[in-house]
């Protein structure tokens, strides 16, 4: 397992550590860094991680419970130099291909999300968040300071699969029931402050289970945006199903809600699949174990976009995707983070059932 993670603790104790040095070192004064002392100083307050030269902290070295890390670290975990918080009440910010409100859509910059702010033209930030680069307005962005502390805030642990079929277990050893296999590269949502135990727990598409730290990285993850090109249809695909993707695709970045079927203002994953075939005239249950049972069953070699997949805890469905093409999803996932696209295979899936015959 690797850890490329950092806490708040860890951030405050280094920088105030850096102030420590360079008083102490005005006045030609050693400190040794195994002493009470200077961890007593390290802690004494909470400071800005915006307000230093990241650069010229490549060789201090703090430790706490939960990181080893430099505090130059710092801006290389985030992957962010200019970093770019975006500051909307609710909803998600438009990014534009050009620096104008009538500029192409060509993603969403959900609230509390990251970037890299590259450039500032006027009232316009061009920024790359993720897979996107584009333009947000300035006005809704934190930056400096009030960003790397919001940064802090905002990092939520994540655990990151470095294998292919990743068990996720019922409880944390090797005797219980298996529910959950994850894909090499799967991230999900470390849950109870396990980040550091043998058996991390974690969030599955809203279910609990646990995956052994032995095959897992572990990080600070803060939101990015998302793309509304991410879709790729093959040949032969009907205009129906481009289309229901490209409808479907509207709405990532949206809230998961438990028992929702607002598309806009939040649903789970049984009512995003329910509203958007009922756009195009096919009526599901709101049930993923239902809707199951509502359509063809189809081998994944014949999968098209717009077929629906199903996944479950052990052998019971209890999730359901729209295929979108490439290999990939469009799924109300979890409360953490809403309506998103993943790999297909991001989970062993069930079962795959086509409800549109076009």
Known sequence: MKKRIISAFAVSCALALVLDYCIDSQSNTYIDDSTDEVYSSATAGVISAGAFDLDSLEELSVTDSDAVVTAKSLGDMYGFENL??????????????SASTDGKLVGKFPANAACEIISTEGEWSYIQSGEVEGYVLSEYLLTGDEAWDKAIELAEYVATS????????????????????????????????????????????????????????????????????????????????SDLCDYALQFVGNPYVWGGTSLTNGCDCSGFTMQIMAKYGVYLSHSSRAQANEGTKISTSDLKPGDLIFYGKGSTINHVAIYIGGGQIVHASNKRDGIKISNYMYRTPLKCVRVLYD
């Open 162 to 241: 470095t294998t292919g079929g990743l068990r996720v277990r019922v409880e944390p050893n090797t005797d219980c029931e298996i529910i959950y296999q994850l894909a090499d590269g799967e991230e999900v949502a470390i849950l109870d402050g396990t980040q550091d135990d043998d058996w991390i727990k974690v969030d599955v598409d809203g279910d609990e289970g646990y995956v052994s730290a032995e095959y897992v990285d572990i990080d600070l993850s803060l939101k990015t945006a998302m793309t509304l090109t991410e879709a790729r249809y093959g040949e032969g695909v009907s205009d129906v199903r």
């Open 84 to 97: 770019g918080i975006c500051n909307v009440s609710e909803g998600n910010l438009n990014i534009r291909e």
